[in-house]
């Protein structure tokens, strides 16, 4: 069913959305010229039915038929869950 979709892996970006979150997909190439390694980003939607994608996750997302206007791509997993930081103040010892 899935063998002749295309597949991507980027970064949650946002997902303040309901069902919905937007992912960063990173890309590389090199300058025809000067032979330089250009990264680029591009910004994706991803239906996430679910909600278990957060963001900093590192997701796989799979094309799929038009969803809305803007969204394209389905979360099929969270490859790399990123864990949420402590509050500055109990990094820093800070007292309340």
Known sequence: MLQNRKTRVGRVISDKMQKTVVVAVATTHKHRIYKKLIRHHTHM????????AKIGDLVRIVETRPLSKLKHWVVLEVLESRERGAPVSEVAGVEA
């Open 45 to 52: 939607m991803a239906h996430d039915e679910h909600g278990m």
